[in-house]
């Protein structure tokens, strides 16, 4: 299997592919349309502002082959933390953004009450249905992820929704919506937790 | 709900892992970074934070190359700092596999530099480490270069400064405290993680583990721990079972993956 995991210039890219060395999967690191087209799957990471992550996607000139790739090629994409938030239609991060709107979604800034503190930022427990395939293996509620933001995925239709977390408030934690899957953690910073989402993702026939 | 955090803190100089005391004297080596780093990996610790002690002072960064050697088998998040002054640096420590940078002697010198580094990489990504210790009136004063140049500010004040402009969290060293571990400054975290809306992490003093309790029911979001994990028998597996078992909010496990 090829793993081609976007380079738009923002995201943690050197520990994702890490991740897919470690669990046995060759991944590389490119914006090359040809590679994106070859890749079985892509990956979306993601760190920084909402803004500026769609303003270096359009640079490269991405948007138009992503859109191609994940909804009429409907080839397996995985978001992870801002590439996540990515895929909502807009994002009220410092202003008013669109997004690439694959999942009918917006992103809004967490709101908590103190003691909670914003950045959301730690090790978190998300709960999902017992039959969520994306956590198979893993026990609902007890399963700690990795987290490090500040604004959240507010979707429109529930049955998008594969895990919730709770921080001041219950938020969504991962998507999945046909090949279209993603994280708010950060999987492949989440110890064996995540490493196991990874092998879920790699092994779920789309 | 969100768990606390167990932290260790590696100090690295000329590529290997050093313990001090108040910041300068009594050194002693440590170890291997990249080895010690799987080891605590594998005691389930929540983050691993790096430090290039000599970096400012000589003017360069921490060594990128440990975190890409760590960050390669060891998946957990990390934070590296020293000598951070440029967009640049970050982003070099970021494609090393680093997902926070902390910057110490650079917010002080020049606190809009923090602005611009969150305005790039996120508020998420920027730890500011602020080191202090008490003036001979006993007054906290914040000390930037690694200890060496006293400030006016107070370390309060300045903290809740650099969350103003968008820092993400605030790493607190008490150089009075550091390597004595005679216990964290109970009174300034207190104090402080009261008056901010960003995590506090505690550093410097943990001796015991009512040390590290006393700290995070202080209002700590996250404690680094080093001498303790170095010079005694307490692991984090035992910190973590000590904590649970005293009503402290930490997470149980490595994970299940079998």
Known sequence: MTIAIIDYGMGNVRSLMNAFEYIGEDATVTADFDELEEADRLVLPGVGAFGDAMIAIDDKGLRPVLNRLALEVKKPVLGVCLGMQLFAKKSFEHGEHEGLGWIDAEIRPMQVQRPAKVPHVGWNAVEFAPDEWLFKGLPSGESDYYFVHSFHMACKDAADVAGTCDHGGPFTAAVRRGNLVATQFHPEKSQDNGLQLLQNWLAHDF | ?258
Do not use: W
Request: hydrophobic share 40%; net charge neutral.
């Open chain 2, 1 to 258: 709900m969100l768990k606390k955090r167990i932290i260790p803190k590696f100090l690295i100089r000329g590529g290997r892992l050093v313990k001090m005391r108040r910041f300068v004297d009594d050194q002693r080596e440590a170890g291997n970074p990249v080895s010690t780093a799987k080891v605590y990996d594998s005691y389930g610790v929540d983050e691993l934070i790096f430090v290039d002690i000599d970096a400012s002072a000589e003017g360069r960064t921490v060594t990128g190359n440990i975190i890409e050697r760590v960050a390669e088998e060891v998946f957990v998040p990390l934070t590296a700092g020293g000598g951070v002054r440029t967009l640049g640096q970050i982003e070099a420590l970021l494609k090393s596999g680093a997902d926070k940078v902390s910057i110490n002697s650079a917010a002080i010198d020049d606190p809009d530099f923090i602005t611009q580094a969150a305005n790039r990489f996120g508020d998420q990504c920027i730890v500011v480490s602020v080191d202090y210790k008490a003036d001979e009136f006993g007054r906290k004063k914040v000390f930037g270069h690694g200890g060496s140049r006293q400030t006016a500010h107070d370390p309060v004040e300045f903290a809740q400064r650099m969350q103003d402009l968008h820092a993400g969290e605030i790493l607190m060293t008490s150089i009075d405290r550091d390597g004595t571990m005679s216990g964290y400054d109970l009174e300034l975290i207190s104090e402080l993680s009261n008056k901010l809306s960003i995590p506090l992490i505690a550093s410097s003093g943990a001796g015991s583990l009512a040390d590290c309790k006393a700290a995070l029911d202080a209002g700590a979001s996250a404690i680094t721990i080093s001498s303790m994990f170095i010079f005694t028998d307490h692991s984090p597996i035992k910190v973590r079972t000590y904590l649970a078992t005293n009503g402290v909010n930490v997470r149980n496990q490595k994970g299940s993956r079998s």
